[in-house]
């Protein structure tokens, strides 16, 4: 039996105005909540248990968990306050049953990957380890925690957001799973903020431990951004990353109750949520429809997400941008580059064009 710790509790601060009702990992990506896809991975690579560290909006979870069954038990803890990364995978093991030797896996809840799970518990028991880490390589590696390796892969130091040139010693990230000997989480103080990032791993390494990296060059995303979270919707749908709750792959996934005028175009990987329709002439590209938006025709939008019960104007175009839950975009709105707009806001249709760089 292999348990494993899902880290679900941040706030999901990027993503906003989208987290501000609905927490990160439970915004639907290609059709399920974000961490169904994480938790039936873990399920299909052998994990039997797991605990959901949750603090910002436990309850929407537990609604979720509570009604649903995965295949998997899953037990949820809730810190009194956000406790870090650290913390909260210290306050999760209160639920654990494992060993003080036996492996336990840790995800970091945003992350979508073709990580090779059960080969990383491998290497970690061969190599006798107190943690292994998940590395991954990426261009640019400053808003990541990177991980230099020695020649045998042990981590020799962990550089979490470098701010000078100098630290930039690698291009190999800590890709947000880890494998921890049960001992060494129950070494982590208990009852405080702690930084796995920045003060767990330091610690370790500075004492002696045995901290290995295996780099895994496979599909690897963290969806903390919105153009990110479209890229990850978009690959899932297309097929291109890997989850077994996927519905159908195909070009684009109309999911239940959702209507498309026949003279509507939605391609390249789009979502159009439940009860959601496209009128006709609307171009829908790339892009996260929630549940029950209304687009207008002659609407096109290209890699944006559009919130829940949100409605798009005739011929409004919205391109790389966020529209809160709820919101209404007058007719011929240009919307794009990064614009947000907040749930619940009206713009009416007097053609403004609204950009931004963020
Ligand atoms: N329960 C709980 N409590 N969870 C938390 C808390 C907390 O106080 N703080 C953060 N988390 C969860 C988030 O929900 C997320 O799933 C995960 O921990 C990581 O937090 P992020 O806020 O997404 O961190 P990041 O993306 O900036 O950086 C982390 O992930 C990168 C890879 O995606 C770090 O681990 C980096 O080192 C890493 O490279
Ligand atoms: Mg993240």
């Not at 049953?97 to 990957?113: A, C, K, R, W």
Request: hydrophobic share 40%; net charge negative.
């Amino acid at each position: 039996m292999t348990e494993a710790i899902l880290l679900v509790g941040g706030q999901g601060t990027r993503l906003r105005p989208l987290t501000i009702n609905t927490p990160k990992p439970m915004l639907p990506v290609a059709g399920v909540p974000f961490t169904v896809h994480q938790i039936t991975r873990a399920r299909d690579a052998g994990v039997t248990r797991i605990i959901l560290g949750t603090s910002y909006k436990a309850e929407v979870f537990k609604e979720f968990i509570d009604a649903s069954d995965l295949g998997i038990e899953v037990v949820i803890a809730t810190e009194p306050e956000a406790l870090g990364t650290g913390g909260a995978i210290r306050f999760a093991a209160e639920h654990l049953t494992s060993g003080s030797d036996e492996p336990v896996l840790v995800f970091n809840g945003d992350v979508l990957s073709g990580l090779d799970i059960e080969g990383l518990v491998a290497h970690h028991q061969r190599t006798n380890s107190d943690v292994t880490i998940y590395l991954t390589p990426v261009e640019d590696p400053r808003a990541f925690g990177l991980v230099p390796t020695d020649q045998e892969g042990r981590v020799t130091a962990f550089l979490e957001k470098p701010t000078t040139p100098e630290e930039i010693v690698t291009n190999n990230i800590n890709a947000g799973c880890y494998v921890f000997k049960r001992s060494v989480i129950d070494q982590i103080p208990a009852g405080r903020v702690v930084s796995v990032e920045r003060e767990t791993f330091p610690q370790l390494l500075a004492g002696g431990a045995l901290v290995t990296g295996v780099v895994d060059p496979g599909y690897w995303l963290d969806l903390g951004t919105p153009l990110a979270f479209v890229q990850g919707s978009k690959d899932l749908v297309l097929g291109h990353a890997p989850s077994p709750a996927v519905p159908k792959t195909g070009d684009f996934l109309a999911l239940e109750g959702a209507r498309i005028d026949a003279s509507a175009n939605v391609h390249g990987g789009s979502v159009v949520g439940r009860h959601a329709s496209i009128a006709g002439g609307a171009v829908v590209n790339g892009s996260v429809v929630f549940d029950n938006a209304v687009i207008h025709e002659g609407a096109r939008i290209s890699n944006s997400i559009i919130g829940d019960g949100a409605v798009i104007g005739a011929h409004a175009i919205i391109d790389g941008a966020v529209i809160g839950d709820g919101a209404v975009i007058g007719a011929h709105n240009e919307l794009t580059d990064g614009a947000r707009v907040w749930p619940g806001a009206q713009l009416g249709d007097t053609a403004i064009r609204f950009s931004s760089d963020r």
